[in-house]
Every structure is written in C-alpha cells, then in structure tokens.
C-alpha cells in the first residue's frame, strides 16, 4: 500500500518562513505533488517534483529526496491568506492504474 | 471559481434516495476523477475515468455508481447510502492520467452530502 505522513498542524507569524514535511512508502513512484485547500473549498495544485531538488515558484518552493521518499514545502514570506490545508500527494502506479493519494494534510495558522 | 463545475453544492438525501451527483468541465481534460473527503481528512480516491473509460474504482461500495457520459461529464449516482457516507465529493479533471507536471488535478468545490 501507499502511506504519507505529515505533521497535522503548524503555527506561524506573518513575514515568517515555515517548511511542511512529507515522508512516503509507496511503489512506483512517479512524483510528489503539493496542494492547498482554503477552509470550504476546493484543493489547488501548487508545485510538483519528480526529480530530486528544489523547484520555486514565487513565495513557494517544494523539495524532493527520491532516495529518502521525502519531500517539503516550502512558504516563505507568510501572509495571513496562507492559512489552509497543505496536502503532499504521490503519483504512483500501484495495480490498480496510475492514482494520485493524498497524504494526511497540515493545518497552516498564519498569525499577526 | 474553479473550471469544474458541480452540482448540486449541498445534498441532504434519506437512506431509500436516490440522486446523483453532477461534474463538468470544459478544458478539453480526458481524465476525471471521484473523490470523497471527510472533514480534517484527506481526499480519498473513488473512481478515475480516462479517456471515458473507468479504469480505477478504489473498491467503491456498489451504493455508489460512477457515469461518464462524454468526456466533459462525470455523473455519481448513489442509492441506499448510508448516514456515515456523508461528506464532501470532490470531482477532479486533469489533461490526462500520466504523473507529468502537465497534468494536475483541478478540482470542483464539491458537493456536500448529508445523509439522514
């Protein structure tokens, strides 16, 4: 089977920088992806790594280490508006096709 | 606003309805997915479509049953549910199945489901 885990809530102040780890077992592992979903609504996609290294993307920045099936996400300059759900996502083929599973999500608290 | 659309956004449905659920996007996406999210949870896989043709079903109770009419539709219709199969369902589309970065997921805003 596939697992993902991630720390289930992280607390930081606006202007910071926070990192969310994503540590995952799984077989035919193709990519590790990062969503975010505002309280209410819908997942967004926001980076996606299938080699090793870091890919930026303005304020965010997510690293994979295929050797060590991890990864992070990486916020810098927080604004309030960065208060969501953080989802790491694995695109494997199991025996049952090519899926995307969701790891366990971080709740991000932005504060003042 | 998200370029899936679904409807309806809230369900409240007893155990002996039936209903369904509906998806559509127009980005010209070939695979579409199901997905189920309890609150504080992740999204939890149900059912992916390529290229109209059901190619995954996450052992889905048979209470829920997949269409996909044509390739900007996905239909969920479900029958006999159960107070614990509510939730929010999430439709997803992506440009194809492949992992690439060329093919996120974008999801609707859901449906929230009650069942009483």
């Known amino acids: 089977g596939q697992s993902l885990e991630q720390p289930s809530e992280v607390t930081a102040v606006e202007g910071a920088i926070v990192q969310i780890n994503c540590t995952y077992q799984t077989s035919g592992f193709y990519g590790l992806s990062w969503y975010q979903q505002h309280d209410g609504g819908a997942p967004t996609f926001l980076s996606y790594n299938a080699l090793d290294g870091l890919e930026e993307t303005g304020r965010f920045s997510s690293f994979l280490s295929r050797s060590d099936s991890y990864g992070y996400l990486l916020l810098q300059e927080l604004q309030m508006k960065d208060s969501a759900s953080y989802f790491c996502a694995v695109r494997a083929l199991t025996g049952g096709g090519n899926k995307l599973t969701f790891g366990t999500g971080t709740q991000l608290k932005v504060e003042l | 606003d998200t370029e899936v659309t679904q409807t309806p956004k809230h369900l409240v449905m007893g155990m002996t309805n039936k209903k369904s659920l509906k998806c559509e996007q127009h980005m010209g996406h070939r695979a579409m997915y199901w997905y189920k999210q309890k609150a504080k949870k992740p999204p939890e896989l149900m059912f992916v479509?390529?290229?109209?043709?059901?190619?995954i079903n996450e052992s889905v109770p048979s209470r829920f049953s997949p269409e996909c009419p044509n390739s900007s539709l996905l239909n969920l219709h479900l029958h006999a549910l159960q107070p614990e199969d509510s939730a929010l369902y999430l439709c997803a589309s992506s440009q194809d199945e492949g992992g690439t970065y060329n093919s996120p997921l974008h999801f609707g805003n859901g449906t929230r489901l009650t069942v009483t």
């Open positions: 479509y390529s290229y109209e043709k059901l190619s």
